[in-house]
């Protein structure tokens, strides 16, 4: 009998990802180090399920990765990982510590290429 997992906990860096994936009761199914090819095959494998990565410069793009593939993206600020953070931050036990509150919305939206930013907007655009 195979444990269906609800949550997956990403920790994003440059070419290696922690990955923890969090079954329907909370306990850690597994939680093991991925990398980038990789990481693209398990979100577009696994059934839908929620994503949740500490908020950062790439996890706007891996939040859309992951939404195109029917999961839901959950990105956690920073500040809101900082109180279950128990021991010394690292990699190994970063995502852990991110699916303690992953109660935070989904990631940017892609600007309409056609439509200028808010900067170049007329005042009445605005």
Same mark, same amino acid.
């Given at each position: 009998?195979?444990?269906?997992?609800?949550?997956?906990?990403?920790?994003? $860096?440059?070419?290696?990802? @922690?990955?923890?994936?969090?079954?329907?009761?909370?306990?850690?199914?597994?939680?093991?180090?991925?990398?980038?090819?990789?990481?693209?095959?398990?979100?577009?494998?696994?059934?839908?399920?929620?994503? $949740?990565?500490?908020?950062?410069?790439?996890?706007?793009?891996?939040?859309?990765?992951? @939404?195109?593939?029917?999961?839901?993206?959950?990105?956690?600020?920073?500040?809101?990982?900082?109180?279950?953070?128990?021991?010394?931050?690292?990699?190994?036990?970063?995502?852990?510590?991110?699916?303690?509150?992953?109660?935070?919305? $989904?990631?940017?939206?892609?600007?309409?290429?056609?439509?200028?930013?808010?900067?170049?907007?007329?005042?009445?655009?605005?």
């Amino acid at each position: 009998m195979t444990t269906r997992i609800s949550m997956l906990a990403i920790d994003l $860096a440059k070419g290696s990802f @922690q990955v923890c994936a969090i079954g329907a009761d909370g306990a850690v199914l597994y939680n093991r180090v991925l990398s980038r090819p990789r990481l693209m095959t398990l979100l577009l494998e696994q059934p839908a399920c929620v994503v $949740a990565m500490e908020a950062c410069a790439t996890s706007h793009h891996w939040g859309r990765v992951a @939404q195109s593939h029917g999961h839901e993206v959950r990105l956690v600020p920073a500040s809101y990982v900082k109180p279950f953070v128990k021991r010394q931050k690292n990699d190994k036990v970063d995502p852990w510590q991110q699916r303690g509150d992953s109660r935070d919305g $989904a990631g940017k939206r892609e600007r309409d290429p056609g439509r200028p930013s808010r900067q170049n907007r007329t005042p009445e655009e605005r």
